[in-house]
């Protein structure tokens, strides 16, 4: 049975640090995962996907990496803002399934 | 813009009284699915159709049932509502295509239960 996990559960940094979200799952075989972000309150966001054949994706600020055989992924997020406060989850995907991490609680302080 | 939209936004319901909540999308997307996240807790598949063909998840529980009448519309229904049920309840479509499967998720509805 899949599981996910997300390391840590909450972060707290200065405006303008680099940082990294963690996220392992126990099972290789997936065919994508996923970065989402959620706002208090709200739906998913979705952030970057990286398919299984991939090694990682950017957008803008964001970079995720995957390594299926170790069973990671990491986000990086480059020079934070305030408005990157939010909680961020990783989702693998089996057959026609997303497992989610519990996500890990990001504060930006100004 | 196409998009993924739930209504209502926020449900309050009594303890057993059957409530329905709503998901369309204008994405035309073959895929929809439903999801329960209760506070501070990963979000939860419970079921989800492709076309016309449902598919429930092992523990979800009898008292969750959906509808999908066409393409647009998929709707998730509570016969008894108990006060564990209170969540957030979020709809996401996708296109299954080529091993690519980005999902678009709704705002989502939050359930209370009195």
């Known amino acids: 049975k899949q599981e996910v996990t997300q390391i840590p559960a909450a972060l707290s940094v200065p405006e303008g640090e680099n940082l990294v979200l963690n996220c392992s799952f126990t099972?290789?075989?997936?065919?994508?995962l996923q970065w989402f972000r959620q706002d208090p309150g709200k739906g998913l966001t979705s952030l970057l996907l990286i398919q299984s054949s991939q090694r990682e994706q950017t957008s803008g600020r964001l970079n995720a990496s995957l390594d299926k055989s170790s069973g990671r992924s990491t986000l990086y997020i480059a020079a934070s803002q305030p408005g990157d406060s939010a909680t961020y989850l990783c989702a693998v995907e089996g057959t026609y399934k997303y497992i989610f991490g519990t996500g890990t609680r990001l504060k930006v302080l100004a | 813009d196409a998009m993924v939209i739930q209504n209502p936004r926020y449900q309050v319901t009594q303890f057993g009284k059957p409530v329905t909540l709503s998901c369309s999308q204008t994405l035309n997307h073959n895929v929809m699915y439903w999801y329960q996240q209760k506070s501070s807790q990963a979000p939860k598949l419970l079921f989800h159709?492709?076309?016309?063909?449902?598919?429930n998840e092992a523990d979800t529980p009898d008292n969750f049932q959906s509808r999908r009448p066409n393409t647009s519309f998929c709707f998730l229904d509570i016969r008894s509502p108990g006060l564990g049920d209170a969540a957030m309840y979020l709809c996401?479509?996708?296109?299954?295509?080529?091993?690519?499967?980005?999902?678009?998720f709704g705002p989502g509805t939050r359930l209370t239960v009195l």
């Open positions: 996401a479509t996708s296109e299954l295509a080529g091993g690519t499967d980005t999902q678009y």
């Open positions: 159709y492709y076309d016309k063909d449902f598919n």
């Open positions: 099972d290789s075989a997936i065919y994508n």
